[in-house]
């Protein structure tokens, strides 16, 4: 059977809960969903219960990380506006890879919604490393002019909206350091999923319209779309059955696999697939490399979770959806960390 080689992928956008919820997820289990995906780093993100805006909460992540991951794990450090005199130590850390800021409501307790704030945030970040934001819309917009004004970088996540799509073109346009990522779920599924799917299919930035999937499409193989990022964010199914479902898809051990289908649907170029999962990410984020690191795929025909999900949630929005690869095995500096798709060693 024909099999593909990739250099081992960056997932930039992760919620692995820990700590916290680690009874949707922890290190361990987040980890080895980012493996069976092909990815042999991950970035965490800092909305946890305890958010990650001090760096008392940094330290206790890498301690947690240190005993529990079976691949590196780096940090975005939050922030709710209130906690810039940690910046400079925050930044200056080899495992910070950025700033991340929510201007909507998503999961999680830091939304800064005063203008005032937001623009002390920018001021203070003096690094530079990217700030990450969560910003729908018109949000957006205000925090391309922040990142202008003030010259940071600016990651937009989780990029959504055939506008949002306009306003990055724009900005990158004129200069501006504006970078952005999509998530798999935002390129093959439109609101008609909500319907199908009911809390299965609910996340923050919502699904958007056929309109903006496919600007999303064209963004992506265009260029004005930099990398796509899983935003990994796991919750149990007895959550999402509940009255009022948390917000969030896993999206770890699919990721991979959907771009080939891309790749097969004829809207996306198999070369892409290295630099939206692999150069492009390392480079936007200034990510050491992986030496003697790699992941091998099979290729066939095969569908989503019929071998199941490393994921603690054991779930995907994409159950059942055909793929046309597999990852076979993953050697991580030297080491082989999984082999016929089983897990079999850590870094
Ligand atoms: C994320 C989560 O659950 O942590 N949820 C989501 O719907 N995407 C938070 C986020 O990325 O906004
Ligand atoms: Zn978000
Ligand atoms: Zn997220």
Known sequence: MATITLPGLIDVHVHLRDPGATHKEDFETGTRAALKGGFTRVIDMPNNSEPTTSIRALKKKKRLVAGKALIPVGFHFGTNGKNTSSFLAA?????????????????????????????????????????????????????????????????????????????VARAKGKGIGVTAGVCPHHLFMSGEWREKLGPYALMKPPLGTKKDMQALRKGLTSGVIDIVETDHAPHTKKEKASKVPPYGVPGLDTALPLMYRAVDEGWFEEKGIRTVLHDRPRELFRIPKQIKTRVVLETGSFKIGDDGYETKCGWSPFDGWDVPVRVKSVMLEGKTLLTEGKIVGRK
Not at 94 to 104: M, T
Not at 118 to 128: I, R, S, Y
Not at 147 to 161: E, F, K, N, P, S
């Open 91 to 167: 930044a200056a850390d080899e495992q910070v890879f950025g700033l991340k800021l929510y201007c909507n409501h998503t999961t999680g307790e830091m939304l800064i919604e005063d203008l005032g704030l937001l623009e002390k945030v920018f001021e203070a970040w003096e690094t530079d490393k990217p700030i990450l934001v969560h910003a729908e819309g018109v949000q957006l917009a205000a925090v391309i002019s922040l990142a202008q004004l003030y010259g940071r970088r600016l990651h937009v996540c989780h990029i959504t909206q055939a506008i949002e799509v306009e306003l």
